[in-house]
């Protein structure tokens, strides 16, 4: 029997899997030492047990666990990476360059460091949400110390094209930092074969627990350093100072490798669902999908569908139905995504967006709910919606000079 | 963000959706909001020309379950009064009986301020003079 409600905001966290949280008790009870007490077997075993979830982390992504730093999630590994790229390389220059549709995360520390005194350039997207390599190089100047770029975005999952992004940074001497954390666990990320230098990302966006992520800082070739951002005992190389959440790291390790083991099969399974709700969603009138169809995330699926207005149209399914959307009318300031409006979608098309997340856990019973549930939902409200009359009646609703409010 | 219960209700059967002849001359037509602030509504009054009551209304509201439903009861009040009467709703009192939250407060300043651009759009066509408001604050 189909149990609601059913979760469709993936890219927002993910449930636990329940392999990972059989694999966490044990440090949150008898094995509760500290990684950093050297001097008796309750220290040891912590420590042990997170040499062995930085090996899990670090194979996920062909990185050596030497190059895995333990943080609080991606948010913290955004502002460790940019922030300590910033105060590291100083004295080379002061230049980051970053995309308008990057995470808050990245966005706002990057406001920071103009605060500081630091010039960031913001590059925009085409309407699939890809930046322009050309762009790109053209934004690099003598003062750059470091390239922003997300791998995939968790409005739209919109790929980046992570490979020549590096190609350019590399040319140019120039590190690459992305947040990875929509990516990592969903497609093959390779540090390597990427030429990633800097990489955050977070386990509850892959099944693993919430409060645990990591920042991956290569080694060689180059050999990168960051500030830290945060005084105290010098752990993680005297990067990341904090005694180790250790069961948060054991169960990061966990759901890193079984990512690993289930990604072929979990990406086969949720592409099929996915591009089945999109498939019959897109039977509606006047539905778009949002963001590059060709390259995104397997589980992600962005559509607007035009006359109605997001907040409202979740409202007709979300005791059932978890999704997240564009439209911000919650918010005071009215404003709607600006990942979309970076796209150059219309504020019409932009409030008027759902977000669908699948994940490992999602069913064929709960896809078709949904398609149902929100056909259904849209339907009934363009018989509501004075905009759908005179789309039918064939205003150019561009015409109308709107009192704006 | 958790709706009221009269929200929802409204939400799930809306009173009064439905269309009325924009060109007849008793009808007030009102159109308020913007697509790109993510509300626009549309609320109508069908005028009695003998006795200057309010013989039906009808909405079309694109926006979130609190606009719809701002717009649902406006419908429903303004049923049954006279002209002047439907002029002293005040948006607050859409507030209090949806008990709508300070973020949805804009909602309720819609629905009045589509009865008034109604009332008024019936008043022009019967030769009547606008009726000059206040610029509402909570926009």
């Known amino acids: 029997m189909l149990k609601l409600p059913i979760y469709l905001d993936n890219n927002a966290t993910t449930p636990m899997d329940p392999r990972v949280l059989e694999a966490m008790t044990p440090y949150f009870l008898e094995h509760f030492g500290n990684a950093a007490s050297r001097n008796h077997p309750f220290g040891w075993e912590a420590e042990e047990a997170v040499d062995y979830a930085r090996e899990q982390v670090a194979k996920l ?35 980051i360059i970053t995309a308008t549709t990057e995470h808050k995360a990245v966005l706002d520390t990057c406001k920071h460091i103009e605060k500081l005194g630091g010039e960031v350039t913001y590059l925009p997207v085409n309407a699939e949400g890809l930046i322009d390599l050309k762009e790109l190089e ?45 990516a990592v666990g969903k497609i093959p990320v390779d540090v390597n074969k990427d030429g990633i230098d800097l990489m955050a990302f977070s386990a509850h966006k892959m099944y693993g627990p919430k409060g645990v992520g990591a920042l991956y800082v290569r080694r060689k070739n180059p050999r990168v350093k960051v500030t830290a951002q945060m005084d105290g005992g010098g752990h993680e190389r005297g990067m990341r100072s904090g005694t ?16 690993m083991l289930d ?14 709700l999109e498939t019959e969603l897109l039977k509606l009138e006047e539905a778009y999908v949002n963001g590059s169809r060709e390259h995104r995330l397997p589980h992600v699926s962005n559509i607007s569908f035009k006359h109605v207005e997001g907040e409202g149209l979740m409202m007709g399914f979300n005791k059932n139905i978890a999704l997240s959307s564009g439209s911000a009318c ?12 970076a796209l150059g979608l219309g504020d019409d098309l932009a409030h008027s967006s759902l977000r669908f997340g699948l994940g490992r856990f999602t069913t064929d019973e709960q896809i078709d709910y949904t398609i149902k549930a929100v056909s259904e939902t849209v339907l009934k409200l363009r018989e509501m919606s004075p905009l759908w009359e005179m789309y039918k009646e064939g205003i150019d609703l561009n015409t109308i000079s709107w009192a704006a409010h | 963000m958790a709706y009221s219960e009269k ?22 037509t009102g159109l308020v909001g913007a697509p790109e602030c993510g509300d626009v509504m549309r609320l109508q009054i069908q005028v009695d020309d003998a006795t200057g009551m309010i013989t039906d209304a009808k909405f079309k509201t694109f926006g979130c379950g609190s606009a719809i439903a701002s717009s649902s009861l406006a419908t429903e009040w303004l049923k049954g009064k006279s002209v002047d009467e439907a002029l002293k709703i005040d948006n607050m009192d859409i507030v209090e009986e949806l008990n709508l939250p300070p973020v949805k407060i804009h909602c309720s300043v819609l629905a009045e301020d ?5 009332i008024n759009d019936y008043r022009v066509k019967n030769g009547m003079e606008a009726i000059k408001f206040e610029e509402s604050v909570v926009h």
């Open chain 1, 61 to 95: 992504i062909g990185a050596d666990p030497k190059e895995i730093i333990f943080t609080s999630g991606a948010t913290e590994g955004d502002n460790l990476a940019i922030k300590g790229v910033y105060e590291m390389y100083a004295s080379k220059g002061n230049h």
């Open chain 1, 138 to 182: 053209a934004a690099i100047k003598p003062t750059t110390i470091l390239i922003a770029i997300m791998y995939a975005n968790n409005e739209i999952g919109t790929i980046q094209p992570i490979k020549e992004i590096s190609a350019l940074a590399r040319k140019n001497g120039v590190l690459l930092f992305t947040d990875g954390t929509q």
């Open chain 1, 244 to 259: 180790l959440n250790v069961p948060g790291i054991v169960g990061f390790g966990k759901a890193c490798e079984l990512c």
């Open chain 1, 263 to 276: 990604m072929e099969e979990d990406t086969r399974r949720i592409s099929i669902l996915r591009d089945k």
């Open chain 1, 330 to 341: 919650t918010s005071a300031s009215l404003e709607p995504s600006y990942v979309l409006k």
């Open chain 2, 7 to 28: 929200v929802i209700d409204h939400y799930q059967n809306p009173k009064n959706v439905g269309t009325l002849d924009k060109s007849a001359k008793n009808v007030g």
């Open chain 2, 114 to 118: 589509a009865i008034k651009a109604a």
